[in-house]
């Protein structure tokens, strides 16, 4: 840790502090991110050299501001409490995997399982997300820029995905009481989802959602798909072959 | 009247009848708890060769045999320390009332071991009671997050369940009660089915990039644990020992569970004996005995089992069925008050009887072992349920210190295979030890 305290520059603004990953280590900048950002009064870490990198961030127990510059591997921001992260790239797969608070931000493409089973929190993807985008998800809320693809909201729980672009096949499949918002094209639906008809309820949450991922969509153009409900109990006649 | 000439068919018994219609009269699969009523061999199918001549035994009563078992020496700065050799295996909140999670933790807790979260989450009365806590990651993630990451001691990922290798967790609708379905996010009286996949990652080259992740999040210091249901256990085990586990769990196909469908039970899956022999000689191949440790489950009953278990190149056994038969399960009677009181007739209700019972599934056990229900789970009580599962364990490493002395070891550990010979050709060939009284091992 000492020669890394050496080797970083303190950026320009006074409670800021940069990590170049190129040079300094993942351990020691997650080590700091988990016991040091805080005490240390700390607001913003800005991560440079990510070059994929695979969990930068993960675990962040405090609202710290991290700021990362490339693209970034599997699971940044995995397990996110409380902290801001920006991905000014692209992100492997889980990003903000099981994040339960704050907000991550990708401001490319996100690769598969984007925002796996998270409990809490906002994901932004700018560009598209790949297979299983919110798969399992558990109470936190999505916004896709682009489309994504298959299988996403597959056994999603709880918690709202809006896609402004298109959805692949089997969007929705096996899904439990998470609602999603499409903008465009649905391939197919997976398993029991279904589409709603849009309420001025689910208008207005596609407007707070779009607004807090500063994209500029009309609520008006969303469809609203969610579970039919029909595999929430076991019964002869259900069809077990979804 | 001449007598009926009455054959039963042996390929159509009546069983076979019975679940033909119940099958026609339901279009369901049974679910059931518990584990495989078959007979598969075990290891009852072992003896050991115990000190003579060639081999000089400890005084049974008087000499030290150490059982100090350390799990999760390869990577994590603070290993799991034990007692003991058996641990308590990963059984669901949801599965199980959190009286029952309280008493596991006591008693874990006063004889040194670990006992497990499960498929539902960590709840504060096992947290609290117990001093070693291994928390699951299930493909479910139900309730998974990361302040109990960090207050777990070591995480298992599980892969899969001697019980149900390649299927996902089941929790029928009269289990999912407010408490439950709040910490799985799920709607009350939902019947649950949970994933089998993992949902961020897929092949085992993505479990090594998992692992690292956990590493990170719980800032390298706690083991990974990586449990697999008994399948094709050679190359399961070398691929995570590849990923980078800590520990290995194998759990055979004895294994119980709380609810899963009767042809999972019966038909998937390797016995435990075979699966032990497997893992061994994967790690082995590796040269990673002793880097990384290996925990056997499925139908350990006794310290004979764990002692045989041991002596194959376990580093530790993992029980869930035995510890659910010590804390009444099956049994006519409960305890409250001090008092045994009958639960013959609540038996008949759910269409068991005790000693057959499996009926784990509906909510409804008779002894509150595996219920929900507010009445029901007080029927166990958590510190005569913790004083009984003590004495449980206790007498294991007791019966297993017996058989350790008995073969001259210093250290439950030092038990090996040369210990051991096998009753039965099967059992000879699945462990590969030479069947008793010869030196002959079938395929070698
Ligand atoms: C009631 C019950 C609930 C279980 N729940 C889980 C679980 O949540 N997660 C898991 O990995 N295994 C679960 N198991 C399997 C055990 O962890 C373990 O693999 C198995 O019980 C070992 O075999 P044994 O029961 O013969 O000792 C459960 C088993 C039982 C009996
Ligand atoms: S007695 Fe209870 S724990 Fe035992 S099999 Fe029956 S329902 Fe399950």
Redesign the interface.
């Known amino acids: 840790m000492a020669n890394i305290e050496a080797a970083r520059e303190p950026c320009a603004m006074a409670n800021s502090l940069e990590f170049d990953l190129s040079k300094d280590s993942l351990r020691d900048l997650n080590l700091f991110l988990h016991r040091d950002a805080h005490r240390s009064g700390v607001t913003e870490v800005v991560v440079n050299h990510p070059d994929g990198a695979h969990s930068i961030a993960c675990g962040m127990n405090s609202p710290t501001n991290i700021q990362i510059h490339g693209h970034v591997g599997y699971y940044v921001a995995g397990m996110n409490k409380h902290a801001s992260v920006t991905v000014h790239g692209n992100a492997g797969p889980g990003a903000a995997e099981n994040m339960m608070s704050g907000r991550v931000h990708i401001r490319g493409f996100a690769s598969t399982a984007a925002g796996a089973s998270a409990h809490g929190g906002l994901l932004v993807i700018d560009g598209d997300a790949s297979l299983r985008c919110g798969i399992s998800l558990k109470g936190g809320d999505i916004v896709v820029g682009g489309s994504v693809g298959s299988f996403s909201a597959f056994m999603a729980q709880a918690g709202r995905i809006v896609i402004c672009g298109d959805a692949e096949d089997a969007l929705g499949d096996s899904l439990y009481e998470a609602v999603i918002y499409v903008r465009g094209e649905v391939r197919s639906l997976g398993a029991d989802a279904r589409f709603e008809p849009m309420t001025d309820a689910d208008r207005k949450v596609v407007a707070q959602l779009l607004a807090l991922a500063g994209m500029s969509f009309d609520p008006a153009e969303f469809k609203r798909v969610a579970s039919a409900k029909s595999l929430y109990h076991w019964h002869a006649d259900a069809d077990q072959e979804y | 009247m001449s007598t009926p000439h009455l054959e039963e068919s042996a390929g159509f018994d009546r069983q076979t009848i019975d679940y033909i219609q119940r099958a026609s009269a ?3 699969y049974e679910i059931r708890g518990l584990g495989a009523k078959r007979r598969v061999p075990n290891f009852d199918d072992l003896l050991f060769l115990a000190a003579s001549l060639s081999r000089y035994p400890l005084e049974g009563y008087r000499e030290r045999c150490s059982t100090k078992t350390v799990l999760g020496t390869r990577f994590a700065s603070r290993p799991i320390e034990l007692a003991i050799p058996i641990t308590i295996a990963g059984m669901s909140f949801g599965a199980l009332s959190a009286r029952v999670k309280e008493a596991l933790g006591r008693a874990a807790t006063e004889v040194g071991t670990s006992t497990t979260t499960g498929d539902g989450g960590m709840t504060s009365e096992e947290r609290d009671s117990s001093k070693t806590l291994v928390y699951q990651c299930l493909p ?2 139900y309730g ?4 109990d ?2 207050r777990a001691d070591a995480i298992e990922i599980v892969i899969g369940q001697g019980a149900k290798p390649g299927g996902g967790g089941m929790l ?2 009269q289990k999912v009660n407010p408490r439950v379905a709040r910490m ?4 009350e009286g ?2 649950q ?1 949970s ?1 089998s996949r993992h ?3 897929t092949g085992p080259d ?1 479990l090594v ?2 692992i ?2 956990l590493r ?5 210091e706690k083991p990974i644990y990586v449990k697999v249901g008994a399948t094709r256990v050679f190359n399961d085990v070398k691929l995570a020992v590849h990923a980078g586990a800590d520990v290995i769990v194998v759990d055979g196909m004895q294994g119980g569970t709380a609810a899963t469908q009767t042809v999972f039970i019966e038909h998937v899956g390797i016995p435990t004996l075979a699966a032990l022999r497997q893992a061994v000689d994967a790690l082995e191949d590796l040269n990673m005995r002793g880097t990384v440790q290996l925990v056997i489950s499925g139908g350990i009953r006794s310290g004979a089992d764990v002692a045989k278990a041991l002596a194959m190149g376990a580093d530790a056994v993992a029980i869930g069925q035995g510890v659910l038969f010590s804390l009444g399960c099956n049994s006519d009677t409960y305890i409250s008050g001090g008092e045994h009181r009958s639960a013959v007739e609540d038996y008949a209700r759910i269409g068991a009887a005790p000693g057959f019972c499996h009926h784990c599934h509906t909510g409804k056990c008779p002894v509150g072992v595996t219920t929900q229900d507010p009445v029901l789970e007080l029927r166990l009580e958590p510190a005569v349920g913790a004083k009984r599962l003590k004495n449980y364990l206790k007498t294991l490493n007791m019966e297993m210190t017996t058989i350790a002395r008995a073969c001259g070891k210093q250290d439950v550990h030092h038990l090996e295979r040369e210990d051991l010979v096998a009753l039965t050709v099967e059992a000879a060939a699945m462990a590969r030890l030479p069947l008793a009284g010869t030196s002959w091992i079938p395929g070698s």
């Open positions: 339901s279009g369901l479910s993630r998974f997050n990361p302040d990451v960090r029928l609708g799985r996010t799920l709607p939902v019947d089915r994933a949902p961020d990652w993505d990039i998992k690292k992740e990170e999040i719980t800032d390298w």
